[in-house]
């Protein structure tokens, strides 16, 4: 059953509670992400730092899914994390908003099942295009050196790991939100 949205919502129209939200996604997802970034570093493997951030991000888009109330959620947090990445690599923002737009463009083309399984499945498209974008930036920006010396053989391998790991950490999410809801639940009683 496909999501309804008001016609504020479907003309982008965000309440204040959706930007309230969206800051504290883009904030948790900036620290988060730089900090794993950080610590992931010392792998030479080329794009094992967006394996090592694959999880978390997919968590965190799994939340922005959940709580905004948007159609158009990973575009909106991948233009967000563009705008800050911008700061420190005008690539690696651009890289960000194109995976959210790619992502929300591939999730419109899934036929929608059950939410509780599509969810996490669209919040993995994200980590996984954030990955394959960044591979295809680097070697366009070395010139073709990237592929030259390693072959294709990293992104056959790292794009669907990439996705699971994301969907794994958007799994993670749906069972901190569902722990999150029966805590509300439990306080209520």
């Known amino acids: 059953m496909r999501e309804r949205y008001t016609t504020a919502q479907s003309r982008g129209g965000f309440k204040v509670r959706d930007t309230v939200l969206l800051g504290i996604l883009l904030a948790l997802t900036l620290s988060g992400g730089l900090t794993l970034y950080v610590m992931s570093r010392w792998l030479p493997v080329p794009g094992a730092k967006f394996l090592a951030m694959a999880p978390y991000v997919g ?14 959620a990973m575009t909106i947090m991948g233009g967000g994390l563009g705008v800050a990445l911008s700061l420190i690599s ?45 591979l295809i930036a680097t070697n366009y920006l070395t010139g073709d050196l990237l592929f030259g010396a390693i072959g294709a053989l990293p992104v056959i391998i790292g794009t669907p790991i990439s996705f699971g790991l994301g969907f794994a950490g958007a799994a993670a999410g749906a069972n901190i939100e569902r722990r999150i809801r029966l805590g509300h639940a439990d306080s209520n009683s």
Request: net charge positive.
């Open 59 to 72: 968590c965190m888009m799994f939340m922005a899914l959940i709580r905004l109330s948007h159609p158009r």
């Open 90 to 134: 005008p690539v690696m923002g651009l890289v960000a908003l194109a995976a959210g737009l790619i992502s929300d463009l591939t999730a419109q083309m899934i036929p929608i099942g059950r939410e509780s399984v599509m969810r996490p499945f669209r919040a993995a498209l994200y980590p996984m295009y954030c990955f394959l974008l960044a």
